[in-house]
């Protein structure tokens, strides 16, 4: 790794990792083992989001899901995790790469299945109007006056 | 890496490369050794691109530049390339990300200067009304009805 690094470089290593998620409650326990550096925002990005995004063994990238108005890109770079869409499950490898398109309503998320943590780089840009889409559960994450909440697919509070 | 793989997932080794420039026929020399993979667009992705990009020995990334309105993050995936920017140069090896926020009037451009490949991941935003700034040389990419064009700074065309 490079050292000494000053903006507009980073060192991941650097930035702290915002671990878990704001899903109500019972939706928690799922993503308790993701971990996300949010470099973008070091970096000063606004017009979308950047994370390097650590699974460890067990845990899921996030519930199954797909957004409305936001694309959303992954890259590989350690590690292994499961694709689970519509169609069934993949297998992801270092390298490989995955995008999820805004409006295509096909949930995904990425299972670490092994004993080993999983790292990728994750793209989502920003659009107000985005909402997402939790095929499996009854979840659903809509923007009010205070910002993106969750609640229920009938629009009833958690 | 993963065989088999199916969209939503790509191997990026799939992707053709697309090579060099569409700068002006003086500028093409500096950037010839460059290719992308345009993963973003392979992935059906339109709010933003994704390009995975090698820059072979003595070549350079793009002339430097600015954008007014795209956010651009790099992550370098292997080989060692040089930052250059207002404030001089640093080194960035494999595993340290960059971003040059929309608006910010600091050109950048990234050179090898080793003697194997570099590789990084790219990502862009998508702004119609984004123009690119090169404060090195007489050059100013702007946006027409018929797309975006480069011209010297006068607005005459090359």
Sequence with gaps: MSKNLKLPAIDPATVEP???SNYPAQFKPGVAGRSKQR???ALGLKNFGVNLT???PGA????RHWHSHEDEFIYILSGELVLVIDAGEQ???AGVAAGFPAGKADG?????RTTRDAVYLEVGDRKDEDKARYPDV??????TPAGRTFCRKDGTPY
């Design 54 to 56: 650590t699974i460890k």
């Design 60 to 63: 899921a990238s996030a519930l």
């Design 39 to 41: 470099l973008g925002d």
């Design 18 to 20: 915002v671990r878990g």
């Design 91 to 93: 297998l992801l490898t």
């Design 138 to 143: 009854d979840l659903d994450r809509r923007n």
């Design 108 to 112: 995904h998320c990425l299972i670490n």
